[in-house]
């Protein structure tokens, strides 16, 4: 069965401290991972697709990367704005462009 | 450039009722997908659909929930004979095509059943 486990489960940093959230997967066959942003009631933000071991995307404070166990999104000086909760979820082989996601991680930024 | 609508936002039915939910994809997006948020739970797949045409919905309870998006108008996600446990935020996705592209979100829609 593919999983996809998300960790810490909550994070607390002070503004400008960086940090990274992991997102850990087992499945078949990775098509895609993609990282989402969700604010509380309201839906998920894209933020980033990684297709292959090795690669990165950038976004002001985000980056993304990718092996082949797990993706790191790393948060640089972060401020309170970037306080939301992070999801991961991965697109796999012979499953007709489903997502299966994380349980995300809580992220809150103080001053 | 219209993003993913969905309606109603809020949506409250007692139990035995039927829900009904919409979903109107982004722009030049053919391609709809139905999640489900519990309270304290991830985002889980029901069902993806083309006009006219469900793709994959292995994760659609077998009872009660069906899903249609016609060739005019909305994707829909319909329940019948509501229980407390249906009661969560449904998500809306939409992605231009088949493939592992990124879907955009809707707001949802959330469930509450009484």
């Known amino acids: 069965e593919d999983q996809v486990t998300q960790s810490p489960e909550a994070l607390r940093l002070q503004e400008g401290e960086s940090s990274s959230l992991n997102c850990s997967y087992t499945?078949?066959?990775?098509?895609?991972l993609f990282w989402y942003r969700q604010d509380p009631g309201k839906g998920p933000e894209f933020l980033f697709t990684?297709?292959?071991a090795g690669e990165e995307k950038e976004k002001e404070r985000l980056k993304a990367t990718l092996t082949k166990k797990e993706s790191f999104l790393h948060i640089t000086a972060p401020k309170p704005e970037d306080s939301a909760t992070y999801l991961c979820?991965?697109?796999?082989?012979?499953?007709?462009?489903?997502?299966?996601f994380g349980t995300g991680t809580r992220l809150q930024v103080t001053l | 450039n219209a993003g993913v609508m969905q309606n109603p936002r809020h949506l409250v039915r007692r139990r035995g009722q039927e829900a009904r939910l919409r979903c109107s994809p982004m722009?030049?997006?053919?391609?709809v997908y139905w999640y489900r948020q519990l309270p304290e739970e991830g985002l889980k797949f029901m069902v993806y659909?083309?006009?006219?045409?469900?793709?994959?919905e292995s994760g659609m309870p077998k009872e009660r929930f069906s899903a249609e998006f016609p060739k005019e108008g909305p994707s829909i996600l319909r329940i019948q004979q509501v229980v407390r446990g249906d009661s969560a935020a449904y998500f809306c996705?939409?992605?231009?095509?088949?493939?592992?592209?990124?879907?955009?979100f809707g707001p949802g829609t959330r469930l509450t059943v009484t």
């Open positions: 499945v078949s066959g990775l098509r895609g």
């Open positions: 996705a939409s992605s231009p095509g088949a493939g592992p592209h990124e879907q955009y």
């Open positions: 722009k030049g997006h053919s391609h």
């Open positions: 659909l083309q006009k006219e045409n469900i793709i994959d």
């Open positions: 979820a991965v697109s796999v082989t012979g499953t007709a462009s489903k997502l299966t």
């Open positions: 990684l297709y292959s």
